[in-house]
């Protein structure tokens, strides 16, 4: 299927009517709002990274078995920017921007500079998330953006570092019962110290008018095994009682980062995978705030996304998605998706891999099994230094973008939905995955592309 990653999209910001092929039960009713790059050509500047392009935001109003769609772009400082220069002057991952050659030596400095200790972008293309009862356009840098779920309009632009030391900002928030919501952040080499900082922001903040992250409280945090090398990740996993955070190899250079731009390269270039190096399973009580005792690692692994965390008979069971390397970034890059991917392209295959903690029987160093559980091949075995090595089990392969019933976050699952991704990153297939017995049921829509699949509760 042939199909042009690098077009820019037309934003539609008046309600249209959508075709709907098939019924819609007249039970789902609602609003669905996405988020993704739209926008990826300005002037004769382009670039260079599918996740780079600017934010455009999609709504889908579901009543009475129709639909409604609107769009519009994100319109934050990176996008007004760039619209008036009519060319890319805010660097992005992927992409760096240098400055017109026309322009005098003076600006060229300032722009220096600005890339040496950079501002961030704010062009929020990852997600949206809820903080109190405001929704935000997100990407990973100290930036988000309040909309307006209805209208999509650009709201204020919120500053995490006003409120808490967090440099950088997991895409991926979790929920409880109560509204509140649960974020990780790393704050970078505050007084001589890297560490990862898990915060709560109470449901219901901001309704006073005030932005919902002035009522933020620090949760925990977990020392960086690195000072200037933190761990970069996407999401972590939650229970009732525990959090589960992943500290993998894929690590972000901060030295590197500040010279990218003197040196001609983007900030991707200084994410690095370390296959020598164990990822670390950082496990916190939600009770105490602070890490349990126990030190659980496994082998090198990249993680971008947590399919669940769950307790069972005193262990901590999650699942993730992981990969052997970080090649999948490499594969968005607009070049290689201009090759249209298939059966031929060299891709390190996901797989949905089961992990065990044991919290118990940790008295004495022991060789055998600590994990209990009959259903699950995964192992742990405790060392002589006292840390318990983990091994996965494999329950499939080849999916990616995993959702599931959130009634069930935190708790025993037994079905995910996931995108099939087993002949190239890019989705053409919907799968409905069984815990239990290991089966498959697959959707495809024919000649289209397969998005992140949403439950409706």
């Known amino acids: 299927m042939q199909y042009?990653?690098?077009?820019?999209?037309d934003e539609h910001p008046e309600p249209i009517k959508a075709d709907v092929n098939g019924l819609?039960?007249?039970?789902?009713?609602g609003m669905l709002i996405r988020n993704g790059p739209g926008l990826f050509s300005l002037g004769e500047t382009r670039y260079n990274h599918w996740f780079d392009g600017m934010a455009l935001l999609h709504s889908f109003t579901i009543k009475k078995g129709e639909v409604t769609y609107r769009s519009k772009y994100l319109q934050g400082d990176t996008y007004n920017s760039n619209m008036q220069a009519n060319r890319i002057v805010v660097s992005e991952m992927g992409t760096m921007a240098y400055p017109d050659p026309c322009k005098n030596i003076f600006s060229k400095v300032i722009t220096f500079l600005s890339?040496?200790?950079?501002?961030?972008?704010?062009?929020?293309?990852?997600?949206?998330?809820?903080?109190?009862?405001?929704?935000?356009?997100?990407s990973e840098t100290n930036y988000i953006r309040k909309i307006d779920p209805m209208t999509l309009e650009t709201q204020e632009k919120v500053d995490y570092l006003k409120y808490l030391p967090v440099n950088i900002v997991a895409s991926h928030t979790h929920y409880d019962k109560e509204g509140n919501s649960y974020s990780m952040g790393t704050c970078i080499a505050e007084k001589g110290k890297t560490k990862y900082t898990l915060f709560k922001v109470p449901g219901g903040s901001g309704s006073d008018g005030s932005p919902p992250l002035k009522s933020a409280e620090v949760v925990c945090t977990v020392p960086c095994r690195s000072l200037l090398t933190p761990s970069y990740y996407h999401s972590f996993g939650m229970t009732d009682n525990y959090f589960?955070?992943?500290?993998?190899?894929?690590?972000?250079?901060?030295?590197?980062?500040?010279?990218?731009?003197?040196r001609g390269v983007s900030w991707a270039s200084c994410m690095k995978f370390h296959p020598e190096d164990s990822t670390l399973i950082h496990l916190i009580d939600r009770k105490t705030?602070?890490?349990?005792?126990?030190?659980?690692?496994?082998?090198?692994?990249?993680?971008?996304?947590?399919?669940?965390?769950?307790?069972?008979?005193?262990?901590?069971?999650?699942?993730?998605?992981?990969?052997?390397?970080?090649?999948?970034?490499?594969?968005?890059?607009?070049?290689?998706?201009?090759e249209q991917m298939g059966a031929d392209t060299?891709?390190?295959?996901?797989?949905?891999?089961?992990?065990?903690?044991?919290?118990?029987?940790?008295?004495?160093?022991?060789?055998?099994?600590?994990?209990?559980?009959?259903?699950?091949?995964?192992?742990?075995?405790?060392?002589?230094?006292?840390k318990v090595l983990c091994q996965g089990e494999v329950l499939c392969d080849g999916v990616e973008l995993p959702r599931i019933n959130y009634n069930f976050n935190g708790k025993k699952y037994r079905y995910s939905y996931m995108c099939c991704v087993d002949i190239?990153?890019?989705?053409?297939?919907?799968?409905?995955?069984d815990a239990e017995t290991k089966q498959k049921i697959e959707w495809t829509g024919g000649d289209c592309f397969a998005s992140e699949p949403l439950l409706s509760s």
């Open 115 to 138: 890339h040496t200790i950079p501002d961030f972008t704010d062009n929020c293309a990852n997600n949206i998330i809820k903080y109190g009862n405001d929704y935000h356009a997100t």
């Open 244 to 262: 589960v955070f992943i500290e993998q190899p894929l690590k972000l250079d901060v030295l590197k980062m500040a010279t990218a731009y003197l």
């Open 424 to 433: 190239s990153p890019v989705a053409t297939k919907i799968v409905k995955f």
């Open 24 to 29: 819609i039960p007249e039970w789902l009713q």
């Open 346 to 386: 060299m891709y390190c295959k996901p797989k949905c891999k089961r992990f065990v903690l044991p919290l118990s029987d940790m008295v004495c160093y022991v060789v055998h099994n600590l994990v209990k559980l009959k259903y699950t091949t995964a192992s742990a075995v405790k060392e002589k230094e006292g």
């Open 4 to 9: 042009d990653y690098s077009k820019n999209r």
């Open 289 to 338: 705030k602070k890490e349990v005792g126990i030190k659980f690692y496994t082998g090198a692994m990249a993680v971008y996304h947590q399919v669940n965390a769950f307790e069972d008979d005193g262990h901590v069971v999650f699942d993730v998605i992981c990969y052997d390397d970080n090649s999948l970034y490499e594969m968005f890059y607009l070049d290689k998706l201009k």
